[in-house]
């Protein structure tokens, strides 16, 4: 009945919201695919963002723990100096295809903040840089093995989901190729349409630092290149991917073997320097995303060692451009929009570098120490874990940490945690339907003290009906 109450609840308090995914999804089968992953119960949709709020189409003010998957998290939604300088470009030129004094004005700042990049290519989304780093450090070795490791995700090109979280997609028994049981993994490749990667292209290293060390130097003649993340939403601890991320980037370095850091999480979080920069992890590239990208606009970005980025095919004469040239560039890679919003909303955190990184760090550590207290009051083993300053994994977890991505991914419980996030929606929150949030400049203070309130209220809820 509790389970009834609540979804007849927010049914009714998103009338108007649901009425519009509805025929959204009714066109669906003719026409599109609907994307309803965003929150697929209860679709929002919205009429305005600002700052840190949502009006829906029903009325409803929800504070926006989602943000754009994350990629609004700098000043939350419509930062009013980013829309001015937007819309100035805006009325200046659209289109792309040629180069525009922003490129040169958003390249000098990235010097500011990523100073250990010699060189940047832009593109559109984290997918697009995973993939255009592999590409380029495949041309670079002329080899094509790519060594990841066991539950980093790197976007959604093939190599990018092998081995990835649980509960990307939300499904935990749904994982991707590498990832099913005994057996399944055929199966598991033809329901996701994600091939098995030939082992000529793929190797997967465990989270452990020396059998991983040791697949690398047994592979050391084939790998074009290792990737990875500092901190991964399906592997969040750093207490234990630092460590490892550090003997292997540097037993990269001495066998010569590119090292790329995926960066699309992380890029701009932790510090201006992102994890590399926190952390001390050197890397040949790195790839940055979602934040990159100013009010949303669609940008990513390779970075790092020249000697890499130059083996992208720049001109249209094939005579001067022989030799180990590849092309990472699409149609709308680096438009000049996205560059110009990325440029203010970069410029903006500039200007706040000094307070910007304390004050989210602090308001984070404040949401610990309260959720930290109320385990001890009461119990409940409600944890926000990882990703320092701006992103937490939620979940009803008995452990501070695992050293396993598998140990963890099976800790968590996602009916519970999806139970969660539609309380919290009832109170007010707007989230991912992933065990996963995304706090930044946007929230205030109290903005995260009501967020604590409405988990902990909404744990001892769950608590009482019996969940997790
Ligand atoms: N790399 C990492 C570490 C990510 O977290 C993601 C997306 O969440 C990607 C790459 C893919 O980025 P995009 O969704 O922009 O393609």
Same mark, same amino acid.
């Given at each position: 009945?509790?389970?009834? =109450? %609540?979804?007849?609840?927010?049914?009714?308090?998103?009338?108007?919201?649901?009425?519009?995914?509805?025929?959204?999804?009714?066109? =669906?089968? /003719?026409?599109?695919?609907?994307?309803?992953?965003?929150?697929?119960?209860?679709?929002?949709?919205? !009429?305005?963002?600002?700052?840190?709020?949502?009006?829906?189409?029903?009325?409803?003010?929800?504070? =926006?723990?989602?943000?754009?998957?994350?990629?609004?998290?700098?000043?939350?939604?419509?930062?009013?100096?980013? #829309?001015?300088?937007? +819309?100035?470009?805006?009325?200046?030129?659209?289109?792309?295809?040629?180069?525009?004094?922003?490129?040169?004005?958003?390249?000098?700042?990235?010097?500011?903040?990523?100073?250990?990049?010699?060189?940047?290519?832009?593109?559109?989304?984290?997918?697009?840089?995973?993939?255009?780093?592999?590409?380029?450090? $495949?041309?670079?070795?002329? $080899? !094509?093995? #790519?060594?990841?490791?066991?539950?980093?995700?790197?976007?959604?090109?093939? %190599?990018?989901?092998?081995?990835?979280?649980?509960?990307?997609?939300?499904?935990?028994?749904?994982?991707?190729?590498g990832n099913a049981p005994d057996g399944g993994v055929e199966r598991q490749s033809a329901l996701t349409g994600v091939p098995l990667a030939d082992p000529r292209d793929l190797l997967v290293l465990p989270n452990d630092p020396v059998r991983a060390v040791e697949l690398i130097e047994r592979h050391r003649g084939e790998l074009a290149c290792v990737i990875t993340e500092a901190a991964s939403s399906s592997f969040p601890f750093v207490e234990h991917t630092v460590p490892l991320l550090r003997s292997v980037s540097e037993r990269c370095r001495a066998l010569r073997i590119p090292f790329v850091l995926d960066e699309v999480l992380t890029g701009f979080r932790f510090g201006p320097g992102g994890a590399a920069a926190h952390?001390?992890?050197?890397?040949?590239?790195?790839?940055?995303?979602? #934040?990159?990208?100013?009010?949303?606009?669609?940008?990513?970005?390779?970075?790092? $060692? /020249? /000697?890499?980025?130059?083996?992208?095919?720049?001109?249209?004469?094939?005579?001067?451009?022989?030799?180990?040239? +590849?092309?990472?560039?699409?149609?709308?890679?680096?438009?000049?929009?996205?560059?110009?919003?990325?440029?203010?909303?970069? !410029?903006? %955190?500039?200007?706040? !570098?000094?307070?910007?990184? +304390?004050?989210?760090?602090?308001? #984070?550590?404040?949401?610990?120490?309260?959720?930290?207290?109320?385990?001890?009051?009461?119990?409940?083993?409600?944890?926000?874990?990882?990703?320092?300053?701006?992103?937490?994994?939620?979940?009803?977890?008995?452990?501070?940490?695992? =050293?396993?991505?598998?140990?963890?991914?099976?800790?968590?419980?996602?009916?519970?945690?999806?139970?969660?996030? %539609?309380?919290?929606?009832?109170?007010?929150?707007?989230?991912?339907?992933?065990?996963?949030?995304?706090?930044?400049?946007?929230?205030? +203070?109290?903005?995260?003290?009501?967020?604590?309130?409405?988990?902990?209220?909404?744990?001892?809820?769950?608590?009482?009906?019996?969940?997790?």
């Amino acid at each position: 009945q509790w389970l009834i =109450d %609540l979804f007849s609840e927010l049914a009714e308090r998103q009338q108007a919201s649901t009425a519009a995914t509805e025929k959204l999804r009714a066109r =669906d089968a /003719a026409t599109h695919v609907f994307w309803p992953f965003h929150s697929p119960q209860f679709p929002l949709v919205a !009429r305005e963002a600002h700052g840190s709020r949502i009006l829906d189409a029903d009325g409803n003010t929800y504070v =926006d723990c989602h943000l754009g998957f994350g990629a609004q998290a700098l000043h939350g939604h419509s930062p009013e100096p980013v #829309v001015r300088y937007v +819309t100035e470009q805006l009325a200046a030129t659209t289109g792309n295809g040629y180069c525009h004094p922003v490129e040169q004005q958003l390249v000098d700042l990235l010097g500011e903040f990523v100073p250990h990049c010699e060189k940047f290519a832009f593109l559109n989304s984290g997918t697009d840089a995973t993939a255009a780093a592999i590409r380029l450090a $495949r041309a670079h070795t002329g $080899r !094509r093995m #790519v060594a990841k490791f066991e539950g980093s995700l790197h976007g959604v090109h093939d %190599l990018g989901m092998h081995n990835t979280a649980f509960w990307y997609h939300g499904h935990p028994t749904h994982p991707f190729p590498g990832n099913a049981p005994d057996g399944g993994v055929e199966r598991q490749s033809a329901l996701t349409g994600v091939p098995l990667a030939d082992p000529r292209d793929l190797l997967v290293l465990p989270n452990d630092p020396v059998r991983a060390v040791e697949l690398i130097e047994r592979h050391r003649g084939e790998l074009a290149c290792v990737i990875t993340e500092a901190a991964s939403s399906s592997f969040p601890f750093v207490e234990h991917t630092v460590p490892l991320l550090r003997s292997v980037s540097e037993r990269c370095r001495a066998l010569r073997i590119p090292f790329v850091l995926d960066e699309v999480l992380t890029g701009f979080r932790f510090g201006p320097g992102g994890a590399a920069a926190h952390f001390g992890i050197e890397a040949d590239l790195y790839t940055y995303g979602k #934040v990159l990208s100013g009010l949303g606009i669609p940008l990513s970005a390779v970075g790092g $060692r /020249a /000697a890499l980025l130059d083996h992208t095919q720049t001109s249209g004469l094939p005579l001067t451009d022989i030799g180990r040239k +590849t092309c990472v560039q699409t149609t709308h890679a680096g438009n000049h929009l996205a560059l110009a919003a990325s440029y203010a909303s970069l !410029r903006l %955190l500039h200007e706040q !570098r000094d307070t910007y990184y +304390t004050e989210t760090r602090a308001k #984070v550590d404040g949401i610990q120490r309260r959720l930290a207290a109320f385990r001890g009051k009461t119990g409940i083993p409600l944890r926000l874990v990882g990703f320092g300053d701006f992103i937490g994994s939620f979940g009803f977890l008995e452990k501070d940490s695992y =050293d396993d991505y598998r140990a963890f991914a099976g800790a968590v419980n996602p009916i519970a945690f999806f139970l969660l996030t %539609l309380m919290l929606r009832r109170r007010g929150f707007y989230t991912l339907s992933l065990p996963m949030l995304f706090t930044g400049g946007a929230h205030s +203070t109290e903005d995260l003290d009501s967020l604590v309130d409405a988990v902990t209220d909404s744990a001892r809820e769950l608590g009482r009906h019996g969940f997790p």
